[in-house]
């Protein structure tokens, strides 16, 4: 069976910016220098019509790393000292995210999630 396909335009990567988000997947994943989260956050904006956008952060979940206050972020408090987090208890939270752009070496621009806010911070 034969497929059809109509080449489109170019996808434009989420424009850098400031945005509110919610949390649609939280998952652990290999990388160069170790363990890593890779969060999923589904845009909410008229401009970027419900978009995916996704960052990592190193598997240090403390209070003074990115993935510390990413997590702090997300639950609008920072959790104690030897207190256990879930990705369940990330998914679904609204916050704030900051959208920056990264190229690769062949020049594709992808959008990353370079920060994330509590909806206090905004």
Same mark, same amino acid.
């Given at each position: 069976m034969s497929v059809e396909m109509v080449i489109e335009e170019p996808i434009a990567a989420v424009p850098e910016g400031e945005y509110d988000a919610t949390v649609v997947d939280v998952r652990l994943q290999d990388a160069t220098h170790g363990k890593v989260v890779r969060f999923d956050f589904m845009v909410s904006d008229d401009e970027v019509d419900s978009r995916q956008v996704s960052g990592?952060?190193?598997?240090? +979940?403390? +209070?003074?790393?990115? =993935?510390?206050?990413?997590?702090?972020?997300? =639950?609008?408090?920072? +959790?104690?000292?030897?207190?256990?987090?879930?990705?369940?208890? =990330? =998914?679904?939270?609204?916050?704030r995210i900051v959208v920056k752009h990264k190229a690769n070496a062949e020049g594709q621009v992808f959008a990353n999630v370079a920060q994330v806010l509590s909806l206090q911070e905004s």
């Open positions: 990592i952060a190193s598997f240090r +979940p403390s +209070p003074n790393t990115k =993935l510390g206050r990413w997590i702090a972020a997300i =639950l609008g408090r920072m +959790p104690e000292v030897g207190e256990t987090v879930t990705s369940s208890d =990330l =998914l679904r939270k609204d916050c």
